[in-house]
T-cell receptor
Framework: QQKVQQSPESLIVPEGGMASLNCTFS?????YFWWYRQHSGEGPKALM?????GDKKEGRFTAHLNKASLYVSLHIKDSQPSDSALYFC???????????FGSGTRLQVYA | EAAVTQSPRNKVAVTGGKVTLSCNQT?????MYWYRQDTGHGLRLIHY???????EKGDIPDGYKASRPSQENFSLILELATPSQTSVYFC????????????FGEGTRLSVL
């Protein structure tokens, strides 16, 4: 069964700083990778996807995927207090939607 | 606007009682999912459905049933609730052909006493 592990468990960065979140997965047949963000009391919301090896940039967010190393990461540039949330890495093997989630990284951005 | 609506938002149940959690989506998505969220475990897939009349077991189906009577509605049923099923439950919908991330509801907080 797929195992998805995230690190660190929690992360504190200053406003304007860089936040780096890591995720490893166990199934080499994994194809679809998402980062979700969850603010307190809300449901998870998809932040960005990455399907091919390399980097994908969307505004202040950059995702990196290395399937051979079973590794995906998310980097948040110029972090804002509104970025404070729980971030999940989610991986799907074949059927989009049958996601396996990591346990999450709690990010706190202080002003 | 795409939406997934869950009801109730909060529920307190007694051990051994029956609990039904409801989910409605207006996105015309074929696929729907039920996850539970527990600290230290992230979200874990309980049941999912490819369309009306279909239900499939996810990673942790024991103690749960699901029902998909229509494209829009997907229910999660706990026939005999136990304290270990105290959790936050999320419903999601998605369209497998579009490589789009599933859209989640706001969650139902269930406490089984």
């Amino acid at each position: 069964q797929q195992k998805v592990q995230q690190s660190p468990e929690s992360l504190i960065v200053p406003e304007g700083g860089m936040a780096s979140l890591n995720c490893t997965f166990s199934d080499r047949n994994s194809q679809y990778f998402w980062w979700y963000r969850q603010h307190s009391g809300e449901g998870p919301k998809a932040l960005m996807s990455i399907f091919s090896n390399g980097d994908k940039k969307e505004g202040r967010f950059t995702a990196h995927l290395n399937k051979a190393s079973l590794y995906v990461s998310l980097h948040i540039k110029d972090s804002q207090p509104s970025d404070s949330a729980l971030y999940f890495c989610a991986v799907s093997r074949q059927v989009v939607g049958q996601l396996t989630f990591g346990s999450g990284t709690r990010l706190q951005v202080y002003a | 606007e795409a939406a997934v609506t869950q009801s109730p938002r909060n529920k307190v149940a007694v051990t051994g009682g029956k609990v039904t959690l409801s989910c409605n989506q207006t996105n015309n998505h074929n696929n729907m999912y039920w996850y539970r969220q527990d600290t230290g475990h992230g979200l874990r897939l309980i049941h999912y459905s490819y369309g009306a009349g279909s239900t499939e077991k996810g990673d942790i189906p024991d103690g749960y049933k699901a029902s998909r009577p229509s494209q829009e509605n997907f229910s999660l049923i706990l026939e005999l609730a136990t304290p270990s099923q105290t959790s936050v439950y999320f419903c999601a919908s998605g369209d497998a052909g579009q490589n789009q991330a599933p859209l989640f509801g706001e969650g139902t907080r269930l406490s089984v006493l």
